[in-house]
C-alpha cells in the first residue's frame, strides 16, 4: 500500500507542478446531472490528495483491526501467510525445546493463512504422535488429507504410518510399506519404518530380507546394523525352535548363507536350541563346525 502510495504522490507532483513552470494553472470541470464543478486544476490536485491521504487513514484503522488480538480482530481477520511463516518458526524452535504440544497447536494455527496447508498440518500430525496424542494427530491427518496434493503424498504416507504403529495398526500399515519398498526400495526412512513394524510384529524372516537394502542405504551406522543383524538372526532361530519342529529349523539353517553359517554366535544359538529339541546329532555338526573354525583362527 505504501509503495502504491508514493508511486500516487509522484504523479500528483508531476500534474501540480507542470502547470506552475508553464505559467498557466489550467482548470478541472466535474459534471452532476445538472450539476457543473468547476476549479484550478491546482485545488484539484489538493483535493485529490486529502482523498488520497484519507483512504491511506483508512486502510490503517482496518489493518489494525483485522490484525489486532480482540474478538473482533480475531472474527474478521484475513489469512496472513507473514504471520502463518512466523508460527511456524515458533513452533519449530519449541519443537527443539521439547514442547510438543504447544508446537502442535502453532502448526495448526499456522494452517489457515499457510501457502501450504497439508504441511502444516503434517507437521502438527507428527509433533502429537511424538507426544503421544494419538486422537489428535489422526484428526491433524485427516485435515491434512483434504489438501493434499500428488506430490505431498510421500510424506503424508510416512506420518499416517508411524500414526498407525503408534496405534498398533500393523496389517494397515503393512500394506502401505509394502508399497512404498516397492516404488522407493532404497528409501532410508522406509526402510526404518519397515524394520520397526518387522521388529514390533517379530517378523524376523523379513528383517532378514530387508537387511542388504538396509546396508546398501546406510540406514544405520554398520556396527548398528550388525546388532540389528544378530538380533534378528538369533530371534529367528529361537522363533524357529519355539513354533515349528526341528527338521524346519535345521533345514532354514542349511540354506543360510555361508557367512552366516560359519558366524560363532548363530553356530551357538543353533547348538543350544537343537540341544533343546533333542536333536544331539545335529548339534554335534555344528559344534565340529566350530571347532574347524577356532582352529583355523589360531593357526
Known amino acids: 500500500m505504501i509503495k502504491i502510495l508514493i508511486i500516487f504522490l509522484v504523479l500528483v507532483g508531476g500534474f501540480f507542478l507542470g502547470p506552475l513552470l508553464q505559467g498557466h494553472q489550467g482548470s478541472a470541470v466535474f459534471e452532476f446531472a445538472k ?47 507473514k504471520k502463518s511463516i512466523k508460527r511456524i518458526e515458533q513452533a519449530q524452535m519449541l519443537l527443539l525445546e521439547g514442547d510438543y504440544k504447544q508446537a502442535a497447536k502453532l502448526f495448526i494455527k499456522s494452517a489457515k493463512g499457510a501457502k501450504n496447508t497439508t504441511l502444516s498440518y503434517l507437521l502438527a500430525a507428527q509433533a502429537q504422535i511424538d507426544n503421544d496424542e494419538l486422537l489428535p494427530a489422526n484428526q491433524s491427518l485427516e485435515q491434512a488429507a483434504k489438501s493434499c496434493q500428488p506430490n505431498e503424498l510421500f510424506a503424508f504416507q510416512l506420518v499416517q504410518i508411524r500414526l498407525q504403529l503408534k496405534n498398533h495398526e ?34 524376523y524372516q523379513a528383517i532378514i530380507d530387508l537387511l542388504p537394502a538396509m546396508y546398501k542405504a546406510k540406514v544405520y551406522s554398520e556396527s548398528q546394523l550388525d546388532q540389528f543383524k544378530q538380533a534378528a538372526y538369533i530371534g529367528r532361530i529361537k522363533q524357529l525352535s519355539t513354533n515349528s519342529d526341528a527338521q524346519t529349523l535345521v533345514r532354514w539353517w542349511n540354506e543360510q548363507p555361508r557367512a552366516i553359517l560359519n558366524n560363532m554366535a548363530y553356530q551357538k544359538a543353533m547348538v543350544n536350541y537343537l540341544t533343546q529339541l533333542g536333536q544331539d546329532s545335529e548339534a554335534e555338526k555344528i559344534l565340529k563346525s566350530m571347532s574347524k573354525l577356532e582352529q583355523k583362527e589360531r593357526t
Open 170 to 203: 500393523y496389517t494397515t500399515a503393512r500394506i502401505t510399506l509394502n508399497q512404498l519398498l516397492n516404488e522407493k526400495p532404497r528409501n532410508a526412512e522406509v526402510l526404518r519404518l519397515a524394520e520397526q513394524l518387522h521388529y514390533e510384529m517379530d517378523d
Open 35 to 81: 450539476y457543473r464543478v468547476s476549479m484550478s486544476f491546482n485545488s484539484f490536485m489538493i483535493l485529490e490528495l486529502i482523498g488520497l491521504l484519507c483512504l491511506y487513514l483508512i486502510y490503517c484503522l482496518l489493518n489494525k483491526i483485522f490484525n489486532s488480538k480482540t474478538a473482533l480482530g480475531n472474527w474478521l481477520r484475513l489469512k496472513s501467510p
